[in-house]
C-alpha cells in the first residue's frame, strides 16, 4: 500500500566450510596479459583467479561499509578447507591467486596453517592478499614469502595522526611504517598502499603531507582516491545528523564527500593538490630510488602492454571527465544546487 516494510536482518552465516568450492570450470577467461588498474595487483601471465577465505572485518572505520555488511564480525573458512581449494586450483593450472579477504591478516594461527600447507603440498602459484598495518599477524610476514605471496596491499589511508584519527583508524604512523618496512625486509615483491583523501577537516597541507609520507614509505605502488560516504557506515551517519544526507531519500545513492562535504577539499581543490603530490611524488622516487624505481617499471613491462602502463602513469594527471553525473543529497537539491559543491562554505 505505498509503506516500506522493514524485514528483520538475516542471521549471518557462520559456518563458511558448508559452501563448496566454486565451479571455475566455464570461466571464459583463463589468463589476463594486462591489467591498466590503478592497483596492478596481478602482475602474471599465469592462469589467474580470486579466492574468498574469510568474509568481514571487526574494525570500524567511518568510511567502511564492511562492518555494516558482516555485523562488524569477522568470519573464516578453515586453513583446511582453504588449502583443498587451492590444491584444486594448483591441479587445473592456476600460478597466479589473489584473496578478497577484506582483512587476510587478522589470525596469526590460521594463516601459518595455510602457509605451511602450501609449502608441505608444494603448491607452485603466486598470491597476494590485503590487511591492516596493525595486525598481530604482520610477523608472518617471512612465512607468508615463502609460502609464495608476493603481493601485500595496506590500508595506510592518510600520512598525519590528525586525518587517521578523525577517520577512526585506530593504527599510528609508527606502525604503518613498521609494517611496510617489515614486508619489504622479508622479500615481499610488491607492496601497496590505499590513501584517501577529502577527509572532513582535511587540509591541502594535510594532503601534501600524505604524499610526503608515501614517498618516505618503501611501498612500490600506490593509489590516492577520494573518500566516499556509504549507506551503513559511522561517516554517513555523521552526515545524516549533520543534516548534510537524508537517510530515507537518499537511501539509494553514495557521495564524494568533495561534493557534499563543505568541511571537506572541494573536487577542484582535490584535483589540484593531487596533480601536485603525485608529481612531486613520483620526481622524489625518481631522484631518490631510481634502479627501484626503473626495476618495478621493467616488471609492468614484461606483463602490460606499453599503452596500458602509459596510462597508469598518465592518469594521476590527466583532467578528468566526469564518467558519471555527481550525487547530491535531497537537501542539496531542495536549495537549488545543481553542482558539487566548489569551495567551503559554512555550515548552517
Not at 606502525?175 to 617489515?182: D, G, K, L, P, R
Amino acid at each position: 500500500n505505498g509503506g516500506v516494510v522493514h524485514n528483520a536482518s538475516r542471521p549471518l552465516i557462520r559456518d563458511l566450510n558448508q559452501f563448496p568450492y566454486p565451479d571455475r570450470t566455464s570461466l571464459p577467461i583463463d589468463y589476463i596479459e594486462s591489467l591498466p588498474l590503478d592497483v596492478p595487483a596481478v602482475l602474471s601471465l599465469d592462469k589467474f583467479c580470486t579466492m574468498q577465505t574469510s568474509r568481514g572485518c571487526p574494525y570500524s572505520c567511518i568510511y567502511c561499509d564492511i562492518p555494516s555488511l558482516s555485523q562488524g564480525k569477522w568470519r573464516h573458512r578453515s586453513a583446511a578447507h582453504v588449502l583443498g581449494e587451492m590444491q584444486q586450483l594448483s591441479d587445473m593450472g592456476y600460478g597466479s591467486i589473489y584473496l578478497t579477504d577484506d582483512h587476510f591478516l587478522l589470525n596469526r594461527k590460521r594463516i601459518s596453517e595455510v602457509c605451511h600447507g602450501i609449502i608441505e603440498r608444494r603448491l607452485k602459484f603466486n598470491w597476494g592478499c590485503e590487511g591492516r598495518v596493525d595486525a598481530v599477524a604482520v610477523d608472518q610476514l617471512g612465512l607468508m614469502k615463502q609460502a609464495n605471496c608476493n603481493f601485500l596491499a595496506f590500508g595506510v589511508e592518510a600520512g598525519t595522526q590528525k586525518v587517521l584519527d578523525r577517520l577512526g583508524k585506530r593504527q599510528t604512523l609508527k606502525q604503518i611504517e613498521h609494517a611496510v618496512s617489515e614486508a619489504k625486509r622479508q622479500g615481499i615483491e610488491r607492496v601497496h598502499g590505499f590513501f584517501v583523501i577529502s577527509s572532513p577537516g582535511e587540509t591541502k597541507k594535510d594532503v601534501m603531507a600524505s604524499f610526503r609520507f608515501a614517498a618516505r614509505l618503501k611501498l612500490d605502488t600506490f593509489g590516492f582516491n577520494r573518500l566516499c560516504a556509504y549507506r551503513g557506515t559511522p561517516l554517513w551517519r555523521e552526515y545524516v545528523k549533520r543534516g548534510i544526507i537524508d537517510d530515507q531519500r537518499d537511501w539509494d545513492k553514495w557521495f564524494k564527500c568533495s561534493d557534499i562535504d563543505p568541511t571537506a577539499l572541494s573536487s577542484s581543490a582535490v584535483n589540484q593538490v593531487r596533480m601536485r603530490g603525485y608529481a612531486w611524488l613520483f620526481a622524489s622516487r625518481l631522484f631518490l630510488r631510481p634502479i627501484r624505481t626503473f626495476r618495478l617499471l621493467r616488471t609492468f613491462s614484461r606483463y602490460m602492454k606499453k599503452s596500458d602502463i602509459f596510462k597508469l602513469l598518465y592518469s594521476p594527471f590527466r583532467r578528468r571527465s566526469l564518467s558519471r553525473k555527481p550525487d547530491l543529497s535531497a537537501m542539496m537539491l531542495e536549495e537549488g544546487i545543481k553542482e558539487p559543491r566548489l569551495g567551503p562554505v559554512p555550515i548552517p
